[in-house]
């Protein structure tokens, strides 16, 4: 009898699943006759940590808004958490900070942060046990102590610390932050963005972060977000291959500034 050989053949092994946070497949924003974005195709990877740069004008927060659900997609889809931007939106899957703080004047700091979660409780939806408390958020944002302070009582980091606690109370899976440090002294902007680096380790959010500056898009990012203008394209996204935790010392590396003067060039083209 004759041995048949049989040539086995292994299936192909499929790459492993992306755990995406957000995916825009093909998405278009119009306001009336004007493109702001177009035909934008972006995955975003669940916990990990995007900035966002281009030209004045591009539409980086009109990325944000449209991830946010503020304004909806000409044509395209845009999924977060696998769910429509609305059905994440009512889930608070998402929450946003803005380059201004948006406190309510008349009402503490931790009266702020606690907002939110009175905000839910009058519509009825509950937020999940395990959450970090209003203190605890201020305490993890450095603000220990000035729970009672009202906000003209605070410097400008003071206020949008408290304005990223308040983001971070009802546990969002996604932060999007659109310049919220652009209108801080250097320092200042420096320390946020250390400490923000400690609150994404330590909840494991994944943040969308549009920034003006080169030097924080690669301080902060794994990967930065370049878009270009009229109309509103991706050009490219690229990968920030520093060593991790992120020092201010790193700044004055070869890398960094090989990175910075990358994006610098690339901006130039955009
Ligand atoms: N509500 C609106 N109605 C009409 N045009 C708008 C509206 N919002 C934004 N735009 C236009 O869309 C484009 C993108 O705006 P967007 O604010 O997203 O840009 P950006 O990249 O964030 O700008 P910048 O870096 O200056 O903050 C701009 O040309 C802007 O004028």
Known sequence: MLAVEQTIQADPVPPPQRDLAASLQGASVRFGRFTALEDI???????????ILGPSGCGKSTLLRLVSDLIPAASGDVSIFGKTTEQAR????????FQDATLLPWRSALKNVELPLEIGRSRG?????????PRELL????????????PHELSGGMRQRVAIARALVCQPKLLLMDEPFGALDEMTRDRLNLQLLDIWRETGT?????????????????KVVMLRAHPGRLREVVD????APRTIKQRDSQEFNRYCGYLRDLLETC
């Open 90 to 97: 009512l889930a608070r899957e998402f929450a946003f900070v």
């Open 139 to 150: 305490e993890l944002v450095g603000l220990k102590g000035r729970e009672d302070a009202m």
């Open 125 to 133: 939806i509950d937020i999940p046990a395990g959450n970090r408390s």
């Open 240 to 243: 920030i291959d520093l060593p």
């Open 41 to 51: 195709t972006l995955d975003i990877d669940c916990g990990a940590f995007y900035t």
């Open 206 to 222: 994944t943040i969308l972060f549009v920034t003006h500056s080169i030097a924080e898009a690669v301080f902060l990012g794994e």
